[in-house]
C-alpha cells in the first residue's frame, strides 16, 4: 500500500503545472515580502520584520489546509487569500496604507466577510456530501449558517483587537475626529437623558500632574467605537452578499449563472485508487 500512498503525494513540479495561476502569484508575493524584510532587517525595524516572517507563515496556511484537511482550494480562492494577506500585513501595516488610504480597512473587512462567508459554506456544503452525516441541510439553511460564521470570524477579529489595544498600548482599532458628541456622563444627576455638546473644534486634556495639553486634531477624539462598527457592518455586507449568492448557488444545483461561485468554494478532495494499487501489497 505504500506505493498508492505515494501516488496520491503530488510533487511540487505537478502542483506549480496543475495550479500555474496561484503558484505565480504566490512566488511573485513571497518574492516581494522577503524584499521588504530583507530591507526592515538592515533598518533595524524589527517589528515590521517579525510582520514579514508572520506573512511568510500565513502564505502557506492554505497550502497546509489543503493536505490536511483534504480539500481542494480553488486557485481564484487562493489568489484572493494571498493578495487578502499581502495587503492587510504587508502594504497595510508596514507601508502604512491603513492611514494613507482611510477606506483601506473598510475594503478589507468586505472582502474578509465575503472570505470567511465563502469558507463556511463550503464547510457545511462537504458536510452535507458526507455520508456519515445524517443531517442534509437546506438552501437556506446553508446560507444562515455561512452568514453566522463569517459574522463570528469578524466579532472574535474585533476582540482581538480591542485586547492588542489594552493589553500592549496599540492602535488596531484606528480612532474618529468627532464634532459632536452625546452621552448621558454630561447630564447633571442621576438621568437617562443624554446631554450633547456639538461644533467641537478640539479637545484640551488634562493629566494627573495638572498639566493641561490641546489635542489639536480639529474634534473629539473617539478610541476604536466607530471603527468597530464600521468593520462589523462592511463584514455584515460581504457576508450577506456572498450567502445570498450561495443560496442561489445551492438551489440551482450549481448550474446557470451561478456556476462560477464554485470557483470561490472549496471542495473535498476523493480517493482514488487504480486497480493496481489495490493490489500493490507490499510492505
Not at 98 to 121: E, M, R, S
Not at 231 to 244: E, H, K, M, P, Y
Not at 267 to 273: D, E, G, I, W
Amino acid at each position: 500500500m505504500r506505493r498508492s500512498r505515494n501516488k496520491e503525494r503530488k510533487s511540487l513540479q505537478e502542483q506549480i503545472k496543475e495550479r500555474k495561476g496561484a503558484a505565480l502569484v504566490y512566488f511573485v508575493l513571497r518574492l516581494l515580502v522577503v524584499a521588504v524584510m530583507v530591507r526592515c532587517a538592515l533598518v533595524g525595524d524589527y517589528e515590521s520584520l517579525f510582520l514579514c516572517i508572520l506573512t511568510l507563515i500565513l502564505f502557506t496556511v492554505p497550502t497546509m489546509l489543503e493536505r490536511r484537511l483534504r480539500i481542494d482550494i480553488p486557485d481564484a480562492l487562493e489568489i484572493i487569500i494571498l493578495l487578502f494577506i499581502y495587503a492587510a500585513e504587508i502594504l497595510g501595516e508596514i507601508r502604512s496604507f491603513y492611514i494613507y488610504f482611510p477606506n483601506w480597512d473598510t475594503v478589507l473587512h468586505t472582502i474578509n466577510g465575503f472570505l470567511a462567508a465563502a469558507i463556511g459554506f463550503a464547510l457545511v456544503d462537504i458536510l452535507n456530501e458526507e455520508e456519515s452525516f445524517s443531517m442534509r441541510l437546506s438552501p437556506v439553511t446553508m446560507a444562515i449558517v455561512a452568514f453566522c460564521f463569517s459574522m463570528t470570524i469578524g466579532i472574535v477579529w474585533e476582540f482581538f483587537e480591542f485586547a492588542m489595544d489594552h493589553f500592549f498600548a496599540l492602535d488596531m482599532q484606528k480612532d474618529t475626529i468627532l464634532h459632536g458628541i452625546n452621552s448621558v456622563k454630561l447630564s447633571p444627576g442621576i438621568t437617562t437623558i443624554p446631554t450633547g455638546i456639538q461644533n467641537i473644534t478640539d479637545v484640551i486634556v488634562v493629566t494627573g500632574d495638572g498639566s493641561q495639553q490641546a489635542l489639536g486634531l480639529g474634534g473629539y477624539l473617539d478610541i476604536g467605537l466607530y471603527d468597530t462598527m464600521m468593520d462589523l457592518l462592511v463584514n455584515f455586507i460581504g457576508a450577506f452578499v456572498f450567502s445570498t449568492l450561495g443560496y442561489f448557488y445551492v438551489r440551482a444545483r450549481g448550474a446557470g449563472r451561478f456556476k462560477r461561485l464554485k470557483n470561490l468554494l472549496p471542495t473535498k478532495v476523493r480517493q482514488t485508487l487504480h486497480l493496481d494499487d489495490e493490489e500493490d501489497t507490499t510492505p
